[in-house]
């Protein structure tokens, strides 16, 4: 299906979820999960963004049902975080937020500038409804603070 700018948009699948970093967590151990991030979510059709913060983990997944929720289902088990609080789980018919972000690490003072961004630039307005329902969480949450 194309949208009024010919862009084809398709179902996507889309998880948003925060949780609270291990003790441990650094640069070093954030920069091998991204790489780990960008090696498998290519493969599966997963594109997405990471925020950290004040130790806590900020996740947005979005690609094929199935693989999403696999992967969620991963990373849900994963040790060097805990308390994973699921936000959102949808099915939309629209592009993808973050089409070239095979996972992006974000810091917690860009996310609402990453997003504002992607609000501006997005074509279709399930997207920009999405987007700014995102913020809003944001906004509410101890990562808009
Ligand atoms: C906060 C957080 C986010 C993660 N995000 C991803 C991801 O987007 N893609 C991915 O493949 N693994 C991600 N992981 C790692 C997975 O939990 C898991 O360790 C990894 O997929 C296993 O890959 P491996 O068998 O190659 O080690 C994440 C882990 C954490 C703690």
């Known amino acids: 299906m ?23 967590m650094d640069k070093e151990a954030l920069e091998k999960i991204i790489a780990t991030a960008k090696h498998h979510n290519p ?18 997944l979005e690609g094929p049902k199935d693989n999403v929720s696999s992967l969620y289902k991963m990373i849900s088990a994963d040790s060097r975080h805990s308390d994973v609080v699921l936000l959102t789980k949808e099915d939309e018919f629209r592009e993808r937020l973050f089409p070239n972000w095979d996972m992006e690490l974000v810091a917690a003072e860009d996310i609402s500038a990453v997003l504002e961004d992607a609000m501006h630039e997005a074509s279709d307005s399930k997207q920009k409804s999405t987007l700014s329902n995102m913020l809003q969480e944001l906004n509410k949450g101890p990562l808009g603070k």
């Open 2 to 24: 194309q949208n009024d700018e010919g862009q084809s948009t398709q179902s996507i699948h889309h998880i948003v979820y925060c949780s609270k970093a291990a003790h441990h």
């Open 43 to 60: 493969r599966f059709g997963i594109t997405g963004l990471l925020v950290f913060g004040s130790g806590i983990f900020f996740q947005w």
